[in-house]
C-alpha cells in the first residue's frame, strides 16, 4: 500500500511512483517481457512502458486529506 497526501500529486510524485511501478515490473515479469519482445520481435521498452501504466492501476493508495 502507498500513502500519499492529496495535496501531493504533483509531476515529481507521480514520476516516483512511474518509476516504482517500472522497477516493480521488471523485477517480476522483466524475463517474460524480454522472451515475448525477442519472439515476437517487439520493442522491449515500450511492452515495459504498457505493463507499468498498467500496473499502477494495482497499486493500492491510501489518501490522507
Known amino acids: ?3 500519499l497526501n492529496f495535496n ?3 509531476e515529481e ?3 516516483y511512483l512511474h518509476s516504482l511501478s517500472k522497477k516493480d515490473v521488471e523485477r517480476r515479469h522483466g524475463k517474460l ?3 515475448y519482445a525477442i519472439n515476437h ?3 522491449y521498452n515500450k511492452l515495459v512502458e504498457e505493463e507499468t ?3 499502477l492501476y494495482n497499486y493500492k493508495y491510501m489518501f490522507n486529506i
Open 8 to 10: 501531493n500529486l504533483d
Open 13 to 15: 510524485t507521480q514520476a
Open 53 to 55: 501504466i498498467r500496473n
Open 1 to 3: 500500500m502507498i500513502k
Open 41 to 43: 520481435q517487439s520493442d
Open 33 to 35: 517481457l524480454w522472451e
